[in-house]
């Protein structure tokens, strides 16, 4: 599958701190420590409706650990999926009786569309579950070959589940209790109730061709790949056994990140998948979690058409934690607009300041855990100088170039 264009990003002198991030798995703040090559898993879009803003802040904030990873020299090997079959794409489609493979081709070109607005850089590997298939259906059958999957008990429709207790840490992801695993699984996605499986928490891998459902043939029979394992497959497949960062939103924790690397740990053995499960927060509007089963979207798509900036955007959803749950209100996106002017206006003057200090600040907030808050803040007091005393007394030429490249490179927000 092809990802959107890639984008160039400046070269700004200067060395900047190791970079500590949040891991679920452990509940710290722990150093990232990737060699050469910094590999990161991020899941992608199920693609039955536009990009909407929860959508924009997940993916701006490993957009962030992509450029701080290439800010400190590294390569990155950066893989995302598009799961472009599944149950939601499927109703989606019925529902609005389109073929389901259009409506997946459209939402997807939307929203490589949104992401190169947003300047967000695209990964190195973009992969739909569909062009995986015989990859996910050979995991599979490696699983049931180890007795890690297993038949569900139906003579007419025996999909293939994992067994959770095939791993001895399953639950380390999300450090849920099985309490709150089966709370939670019906909601997101898993079938508790479905006759047949060993046990309510064991989650499908394949399901078995139904009459009016697409279907791929394979080893395993003709059907269709679960969710999690799609994820799994594509993941080992293109970064090894362990990488560095495994990224999505909060509500993916459980189980879809539980059971994707519990896949792939009873296949490799290999513990943990990934050293940082790294979980963004959920953007709300009125006070309500923004998501398609509400309808209470603000399409990223919209913005643009409605001639809004999409620097203003990212400024916006920038101004909040990466991890916090927060809301998306009209007074964001007036900060944030407002924001993005002083600092255009800054970096158009003919000197300013040196920059030295203020982009080191900017590093170090950016290297504790994503602290945009914080970066903005030191690139809203250099621009605060510039347009306050205007006078232009002993600065630099190249200062507000250099802020602009900083501004670019680190938080991907274009100033010229």
């Known amino acids: 599958m092809r990802a959107w264009p890639p984008i160039d990003v400046p070269r700004v002198p200067g060395t900047p701190p190791p970079l500590r ?11 990232v420590t990737p060699g050469s090559t910094a590999k990161m898993y991020v899941c992608g879009i199920t693609p039955y409706d536009a990009t909407h803003l929860g959508h924009a802040a997940t993916y701006l904030a490993f957009d962030l650990i992509h450029r701080l ?32 493979v259009v409506l997946g081709m459209r939402e997807t070109a939307l929203f490589r569309e ?36 297993y038949r569900a008990d139906d003579d007419r ?30 909601e997101r996605g898993g079938d508790p109730d ?53 990224g999505g939103g909060s509500d993916l924790a459980f189980p879809h990140h539980e059971f994707g690397s519990a896949h792939a740990e009873a296949l490799t053995g290999a513990h943990p998948l990934a050293r940082h499960y790294c979980h963004a927060g959920m953007i709300g509007l009125d006070g309500a979690k923004m998501s398609k089963s509400k309808g209470n979207l603000v399409f990223v798509s919209r913005l643009r058409g409605d001639r809004v900036d999409p620097m203003a955007v990212r400024l916006a959803l920038l101004s909040g934690h990466w991890r916090a749950d927060r809301s998306w209100t ?46 903005l ?3 809203d007091a250099w621009a605060d100088e510039v347009l306050v005393r ?17 501004a670019d490179a680190l938080l991907g927000v274009t100033l010229r």
């Not at 991030?21 to 150093?31: E, F, I, K, M």
């Not at 029979?221 to 679960?226: E, I, L, Q, S």
């Not at 002993?394 to 490249?405: C, H, L, N, Q």
Request: negative net charge; proline residues 6%.
């Open 21 to 31: 991030l949040h891991d679920t798995a452990s509940g710290d703040v722990r150093p």
């Open 69 to 100: 990873w290439l800010d400190a020299g590294l390569g990155v090997h950066y893989v995302q999926n598009v799961t472009d079959i599944d149950d939601p794409l499927l109703e989606r489609a019925d529902r609005d009786s389109v073929d389901w």
């Open 114 to 149: 949104d992401m190169q607005s947003l300047r967000i850089l695209p990964p190195h590997d973009y992969i739909g579950a569909v062009e995986a298939v015989d990859e996910i259906s050979e995991l599979v059958g490696k699983l049931l070959a180890s007795g890690a999957a």
């Open 157 to 186: 429709y025996p999909d293939v589940y994992h067994d959770h207790t095939a791993t001895r840490d399953f639950g380390y992801v999300s450090r849920y209790s099985e309490a709150e695993m089966l709370r939670v699984f019906p």
């Open 194 to 246: 479905r006759p047949g499986k060993r046990h309510p928490l064991d989650a499908l891998l394949w399901r078995t061709a139904r009459e009016g459902e697409p279907a791929w043939s394979s080893d395993l029979g003709d059907g269709r790949p679960g969710w999690h394992v799609e994820c799994a497959a594509i993941a080992l497949n293109r970064l090894g056994d362990q990488y560095d960062v495994q």
């Open 330 to 375: 009209a007074e964001l996106l007036t900060g944030g607009q407002a924001r993005l002017h002083r600092w255009r206006e800054a970096a158009g003057a003919p000197s300013g300041p040196d920059p030295e200090d203020t982009i080191a600040r900017v590093r170090a907030h950016l290297a504790d855990d994503l602290d945009t808050a914080g970066a």
């Open 377 to 379: 803040a030191a690139i």
């Open 390 to 406: 205007r006078d232009g007394q002993g600065w630099a030429a190249d200062g507000p170039s250099r802020i602009a490249d900083a």
